[in-house]
């Protein structure tokens, strides 16, 4: 999550939005059933080592309707586009279906080019904006309907 952060906000305001052990806690958050229904997917090299992530969470939008946000999607960058966000992103949104949530989405930085490019590929579109209140930031929400 700490990488995410530094590489679309930069060293300084990545590492200053938040301290590593939040970020630790809210791993470990979305890991609890006592507080969210949500996973953590993990891509692994033939060796083992990590090489991307998403925490997916069930999350409730302004009218109580559930759906499936992707928290977070990182890939270790020398790996990048060789399928790996694809796959962490088909099963997130596998997840999604199971739990029968009609619409995917997440909240990323609108300087966050290759995710925006990634997903709207994907068919999401950007439903809404928002400016982050830490860093001045405007965020996007992209979402689409899951079939």
């Keep these: ?11 300084e305001a990545g590492t200053a ?15 609890d059933p ?9 891509s692994l090299d033939a060796g083992g080592a990590i090489t991307g992530h998403a925490i997916v969470r069930e999350e409730k939008g302004d009218a109580g309707r559930a759906f499936g946000l992707f928290s ?8 990048r586009r060789a399928g790996i966000a694809s796959r962490l992103l088909d099963a997130g949104e596998a997840w999604f ?6 619409e995917a989405a997440t909240w990323t930085s609108s300087t966050n080019a290759k995710l925006v490019a990634l997903l709207v590929g994907r068919g999401y579109g950007i439903t809404a ?11 996007v929400r992209l979402a689409r309907p899951l079939a």
Excluded: S
Aim: charge should be neutral; proline fraction near 3%.
């Design 1 to 11: 999550m700490r990488a995410t952060l530094v590489e679309v906000e930069g060293e």
């Design 17 to 31: 939005l938040y301290a590593m052990d939040w970020l630790r806690e809210r791993v470990r958050w979305h890991l």
């Design 34 to 42: 006592a507080n969210c229904a949500g996973r953590v997917l993990v």
């Design 72 to 79: 977070t999607v990182f890939v270790d960058p020398p790996l």
């Design 97 to 102: 279906r199971e739990r029968r949530l009609a």
């Design 129 to 139: 904006h928002h400016v982050h209140e830490v860093t001045g930031t405007v965020m």
